[in-house]
C-alpha cells in the first residue's frame, strides 16, 4: 500500500504541473477562442530566466519576480504584436501560427542558452518528507501550493471582480461587449498575461525538482493541453481535475508496468476517455460563440 500512495504522490505532484499548464490554455481560450501551442514555452521561459538572473547574483526572490514578470510580458506581445493581427484567421491557421511561435522561442532559448540543462535552487530544501512513509518532497508542496493559489485566484477574478465579469462579456459576446465600452482586445491581452505568468510559476516551481532547458516546454505543454481537452476546453477546475488523474495514471504506469511507457500509457487512457466521452470528463464549458 506505502509503494501504491508514493506513486499516487508523485502522480499528484506531475498533476500539479499540467494542471497549471491546462488552466494557461483555457484562460486564453476563454477569451479568444486562440489554442496557445506556446504554452509550453511560457513554463521554459520562466524557469530558465530565473536560472539565468540567479546566476548574475541576482537574489533568488527577485529574480523568480522579474522571470514572471518577463514572461507576462511576452505573453502580452505575443497577442498585440501577431495574434492580433491575424484575429480573423481560421482556428487551424492560428494554431499553426502558435506553432510557429514555439518553435522560435525554443530557438532564440537555445542560442541564448544553449543545449544544456540547467537546475534551479529549491525555495525552501530538498530534504524529503514523510507523510506515513509516502515521501515528499518540499519543492512538490510548493507545486501544488502554486496550483491551488493559482485555481482559488482565478476563480476569484472570473466570479467575484468587475474585471472578471468584463473578461465573461467578451467571451460571450464580443460585439455586445464592445458596445458596452468593454475592449475585447485588451481583455484578450489580459488573457496573454496570465496565461504567460501561470507558465512562468510553473518553470520555476518545477525547475529545482528536476532540471529546466530549452525544450522543456515541449511535453509538458502537450500533457497540459491533453489534460485541458480531458477535463472539457474551457472548463478550469475540469482540467486540473484531469491533469492530476493523468498525473497519477502516468505514475502509477511507470511504477507497475515500465518507466519507458509511463507517457504512452497515459495517451492510451486519454485516448480511451475521450472515445467515450468526446466532450471532456467535465465537458466544455459555454463561453460563447465569438472569438477577438
Not at 86 to 95: G, Q, T
Amino acid at each position: 500500500m506505502t509503494e501504491f500512495l508514493q506513486y499516487v504522490a508523485n502522480g499528484l505532484v506531475s498533476g500539479g504541473i499540467y494542471a497549471i499548464v491546462a488552466v494557461g490554455f483555457i484562460t486564453i481560450y476563454n477569451v479568444s477562442k486562440v489554442i496557445n501551442l506556446a504554452q509550453g514555452e511560457f513554463l521554459m521561459l520562466g524557469g530558465m530566466v530565473a536560472v539565468a538572473m540567479i546566476g548574475m547574483n541576482v537574489p533568488y526572490v527577485i529574480a523568480v519576480v522579474l522571470a514572471i514578470l518577463l514572461v507576462t510580458l511576452v505573453g502580452i506581445m505575443m497577442q498585440k504584436y501577431v495574434i492580433a493581427y491575424v484575429k480573423k484567421a481560421n482556428p487551424i491557421s492560428l494554431i499553426i501560427l502558435t506553432i510557429g511561435i514555439s518553435t522560435l522561442f525554443r530557438g532564440v532559448a537555445s542560442l541564448i542558452w544553449g543545449k544544456d540543462a540547467f537546475a534551479l535552487a529549491p525555495i525552501t530544501s530538498n530534504e524529503p518528507i514523510s507523510f506515513g512513509g509516502v515521501m515528499v518532497a518540499q519543492q512538490s508542496l510548493w507545486i501544488l501550493a502554486a496550483v491551488l493559489i493559482i485555481l482559488f485566484l482565478l476563480w476569484y477574478l472570473m466570479e467575484r471582480t468587475i474585471l472578471g465579469k468584463k473578461i465573461n462579456a467578451c467571451s460571450v459576446n464580443p460585439m455586445a461587449a464592445r458596445l458596452m465600452g468593454i475592449s475585447p482586445a485588451k481583455m484578450s491581452m489580459l488573457a496573454f498575461a496570465i496565461s504567460g505568468a501561470t507558465g512562468a510559476i510553473a518553470g520555476i516551481v518545477i525547475a529545482p525538482l528536476s532540471v529546466t532547458s530549452y525544450d522543456i516546454g515541449v511535453l509538458l505543454g502537450i500533457k497540459g493541453f491533453s489534460a485541458a481537452i480531458l477535463g472539457g476546453l474551457g472548463n478550469p477546475l475540469g482540467a486540473a481535475v484531469a491533469a492530476f488523474l493523468l498525473g497519477i495514471v502516468e505514475s502509477l504506469g511507470a511504477g507497475y508496468v515500465s518507466s519507458g511507457m509511463k507517457d504512452a500509457i497515459a495517451f492510451l487512457v486519454l485516448i480511451g476517455m475521450l472515445l467515450v466521452k468526446p466532450s471532456g470528463i467535465f465537458g466544455e464549458r459555454s463561453v460563447g460563440k465569438g472569438g477577438l
